[in-house]
């Protein structure tokens, strides 16, 4: 089955530099990747996707790329602020005929005013 | 609004206990899932449904059950609380069609097995 690899676990920044999450895939049929955002006590929240026909996408201060030959793609953050402080998802699909998500482990970021 | 709901958000029940934790949504998706997440934060699959009267086991064993009788209702039953039960459980759902698209959560039941 899927599996995705999330890097690093805990991250911390001070506010206005960028933050960089990483993930791996397994699966070369995966094409679809969201990233979720889950502020303390509250619900994941769908932030930004991209499906394997785009190399990258951008909303405002976040971008996600994808390589598909290396099966990795990342979130990218700029400016960052610290209601940015949150634990950040990545997420793949599973392949033809499946429409469950396979989830990182989460990365823990802390932006420091 | 067209949105997830989860009640109770908050349960502390003994053990022994039947539990049944809702789920319904009113956005018209098909496919609903069941997370448990640890206080680790990692989310792991325990259920899923693509439609009424379907159900499959997802890869987390669990010793609850669901139904899908109706599209916006997906219940997780415990039919014996037990405190390795206790946990927070999320539910999730998913639009229609043929490709797949992101998971709407729902703001998640708090169990605790005293």
């Known amino acids: 089955g899927e599996n995705v690899e999330q890097h690093p676990s805990t991250l911390s920044v001070q506010e206005g530099d960028s933050a960089v999450i990483k993930c791996t895939y397994s699966d070369s049929a995966s094409n679809y990747f969201p990233w979720y955002k889950q502020e303390l006590g509250k619900r994941p929240q769908l932030i930004i996707d991209?499906?394997?026909?785009?190399g990258e996408k951008k909303d405002q201060r976040i971008a996600v790329t994808l390589n598909k030959t290396a099966k990795h793609f990342s979130l990218h953050i700029t400016e960052t602020q610290p209601e940015d402080s949150a634990v950040y998802f990545c997420?793949?699909?599973?392949?033809?005929?499946?429409?469950?998500?396979?989830f990182g482990k989460g990365t823990k970021l802390s932006v420091i005013p | 609004e067209a949105d997830i709901y989860q009640t109770p958000r908050y349960l502390v029940i003994g053990t022994g206990k039947k539990i049944t934790l809702e789920c319904s949504q009113t956005?018209?998706?098909?496919?609903m899932y069941w997370y448990q997440q640890d206080p680790g934060m990692e989310l792991h699959l325990i259920h899923y449904s693509y439609g009424v009267n379907s159900t499959e086991k997802g890869d987390l064993s669990s010793e609850s059950t669901v139904s899908r009788i109706r599209t916006e209702h997906f219940p997780l039953t415990l039919e014996s609380a037990r405190p390795s039960h206790t946990s927070q459980y999320l539910c999730?759902?998913?639009?229609?069609?043929?490709?797949?698209?992101?998971?709407?959560f729902g703001s998640g039941t708090r169990l605790t097995v005293v």
């Open positions: 991209i499906r394997s026909n785009v």
């Open positions: 956005m018209g998706h098909d496919k």
């Open positions: 997420a793949a699909s599973r392949g033809a005929g499946s429409y469950q998500l396979t």
């Open positions: 999730a759902s998913s639009a229609a069609g043929g490709l797949v698209y992101g998971y709407t």
